[in-house]
């Protein structure tokens, strides 16, 4: 099964604070996407790339940046952290983005921003 | 923008009954729908895929899918207290570029 790797695992912040969350897949797939889960929410997609130095724009990208730096690392920024982004952020991988976009997720990195 | 319903949002079913749960699209371009699960405390994990109409079986779990109503169902024979977990349904229109919205999703108990 594709490995999907999530860092911090858990972090708090300070409104106002910069957060860097990390991902890395060592699966060669050429999809990777950033979803936030909120309860009553469900999954939102934030940002996704196919490919280093592409970057997509998703459903609630406000608040966010993203870089993908080589294929395999994607990392989530947030430059003014707000109370409104605590949540549970997964990063998630698939090989390609039509009908075989099955995604691999990663553990999950949990914000409080306080 | 695409959204993806499902329904219940919760349902409880005694061990060894019959769970069914529901999920609609709104975007009439989807042509893929995926179930993902999700214990508590881990990571969603795909479940089934369907991509064409009709009916699906793996083991315990079957998914119908109807094209014509953007209508997809998961159906949990004999359910087992490990099926208890979130289940969620997500959806994606054709390409290469296509992204995958997901549904709420379905709580689902399994009572022992």
């Known amino acids: 099964e594709a490995a999907v790797t999530q860092s911090p695992r858990n972090k708090v912040t300070v409104t106002g604070g910069n957060v860097t969350l990390s991902c890395r897949q060592t699966?060669?797939?050429?999809?990777m996407y950033w979803y936030r889960q909120d309860t009553g929410h469900g999954l939102r997609l934030i940002h996704y790339s196919y490919g280093a130095g592409n970057l997509q724009i998703g459903d609630v990208p406000d608040g966010y940046k993203a870089t993908r730096t080589t294929q395999e690392d994607f990392f989530l920024l947030l430059e003014l952290a707000s109370p409104s982004q605590t949540s549970l952020y997964f990063c998630?991988?698939?090989?390609?983005?039509?009908?075989?976009?099955?995604?691999?997720f990663g553990e999950g990195s949990r914000l409080i921003v306080v | 923008q695409q959204k993806v319903q499902q329904s219940p949002e919760s349902l409880i079913v005694p061990e060894g009954g019959m769970a069914s749960l529901n999920c609609t699209s709104s975007?009439?371009?989807?042509?893929y729908f995926w179930w993902y699960r999700q214990h508590s405390g881990k990571s969603p994990k795909m479940l089934m895929?369907?991509?064409?109409?009709g009916e699906k079986e793996e083991g315990r779990f079957t998914v119908h899918l109807n094209k014509a109503s953007l209508h997809t169902s998961l159906h949990i024979r004999d359910s087992q207290p490990s099926d208890s977990a979130l289940y969620l349904c997500a959806a994606s229109r054709g390409g290469s570029n296509a992204k995958l919205t997901f549904g709420k999703g379905t709580k689902l108990s399994v009572k022992s």
């Open positions: 699966n060669s797939h050429n999809y």
């Open positions: 975007d009439r371009n989807v042509d």
């Open positions: 998630a991988s698939s090989r390609q983005g039509n009908s075989g976009n099955t995604l691999y």
């Open positions: 895929s369907i991509f064409s109409n």
